[in-house]
């Protein structure tokens, strides 16, 4: 088992900056490639960026690809996720994601353990 505790979320106005952090435990965590996804109410959960178990590749979904940066810190067993330039439609619960495999992955269904969630509110 791996449990996974996102922290960092807040209110912020728009053009504004947060980094959330997901602080992971119970595993070997540089054996898990770890992914970000968001929710925002009444809409489906969505991928926002992915990070593979050494760091050396990434993926973002195209609405935070210059915006957004995922990192990992695999001394530390913690997955970060900086985001910047903030807009009101980045407002949603954000998960932290763990899979038991190398690659940085955008669905979902691949990821097998999952955090409680942090809520990221940006005002306009």
């Known amino acids: 088992q791996v449990q996974l505790v996102e922290s960092g979320g807040g209110l912020v106005q728009a053009g504004g900056s947060l980094r959330l952090s997901c602080a992971a435990s119970?595993?070997?965590?540089?054996?898990?490639?770890m992914g970000w996804f968001r929710q925002a109410p009444g809409k489906e959960r969505e991928f926002v960026a992915a990070?593979?178990?050494?760091?050396?590749?990434?993926d973002y979904a195209e609405s935070v690809k210059g915006r957004f940066t995922i990192s990992r810190d695999n001394a530390k067993n913690t997955v970060y996720l900086r985001m910047n330039s903030l807009k009101p439609e980045d407002t949603a619960v954000y998960y932290c994601a763990g899979k038991r495999s190398y690659g940085a992955n955008a669905l979902a269904a691949a990821y097998n353990y999952w955090g409680q969630g942090t809520q990221v509110t940006v005002s306009s």
């Open positions: 990070i593979s178990w050494s760091g050396d590749n990434t």
């Open positions: 119970g595993r070997t965590f540089s054996n898990y490639a």
